[in-house]
């Protein structure tokens, strides 16, 4: 990694722990505790989600792929609920993805299948190159600036979900990407950003929706130069993508 790469993320980090304090402080941050290392859950979350299920776009997606972390529980239950196709990404991808589909779940079990145990238990895994186009994309942040630069707990899995799903075509430049955040995790000051970044386009929060500035910035597909061994070797799938791509991987 050059100099410049690593001061970027050193800054970046530096951001991550500052907002984790200032949530702690604060007392917005709520169960699982302590948030550190974590998309933290938050006072108000569910304000904020209410909000982003009254969009446009989430009334209008066919299908959602919602992240697996506590403070955007509740959209992922509301997308059940509304009859929604939703995906779920397995825990840092080990498993690939879940599909849920609300016509093949119980509505007594919505709830529950909403949790990643209930997701495994309703959900079927899918390979990425057989899941339906994705209308809209929810993802969590630990902080988010008003350009849409976000940050997630600094491992790249959000990052790389999205590339995935853009290798086959499941994505675009176009698809919408949502967060849900506490207002004090969106930042005034600008978040310095990398290559695989992918931007949010709303931001929405207990109090408000923040349409952001952009310029947006959006993976073509994986960025394979800037992944490691141990990822690829964590993460099985990304190996036999590999293979169907023709990309030589150590």
């Excluded at 974590?38 to 992240?67: D, M």
């Excluded at 959900?123 to 008003?146: E, R, Y």
């Excluded at 969106?186 to 695989?196: D, Q, Y």
Aim: include cysteine; aromatic fraction near 8%; proline fraction near 7%.
């Amino acid at each position: 990694m050059g100099t410049s790469a690593r001061k970027v993320k050193e800054a970046r980090n530096r951001v991550r722990q500052a907002t984790w304090d200032k949530l702690m402080k604060t007392g917005v941050a709520r169960f699982p505790l302590p948030v550190y290392g974590r998309i933290p859950n938050f006072a108000g979350a569910e304000k904020a989600a209410y909000r982003l299920t009254q969009s446009r776009e989430f009334i209008n997606a066919r299908v959602i792929k919602v992240c697996p972390d506590s403070p955007q529980r509740i959209i992922r239950l509301e997308a059940l609920r509304q009859g929604k196709v939703l995906i779920m990404p397995t825990p840092r991808i080990r498993e690939g993805f879940l599909l849920l589909d609300p016509h093949r779940v119980p509505s007594s079990a919505y709830s529950y299948a909403s949790t990643i145990r209930g997701a495994f238990r309703y959900g079927v895994k899918v390979k990425p190159w057989d899941l339906p186009d994705v209308d809209l994309i929810v993802t969590g942040s630990v902080a988010v600036d008003l350009t849409g630069t976000r940050l997630g707990k600094g491992e790249g899995y959000s990052e790389l979900e999205y590339a995935i799903l853009r290798e086959f075509n499941k994505v675009n430049d176009d698809t919408p990407i949502f967060t849900t955040v506490h207002d004090l995790q969106v930042l005034s000051n600008s978040i310095p950003r990398l290559p695989w970044d992918v931007t949010v386009d709303i931001i929405f929060t207990p109090s408000r929706a923040i349409k952001c500035s952009g310029p947006k910035q959006r993976t073509k597909g994986i960025l394979w130069s800037y992944l490691s061994e141990n990822k690829i070797r964590e993460i099985p799938l990304l190996r036999k993508i590999a293979e169907r791509k023709g990309v030589k991987i150590a």
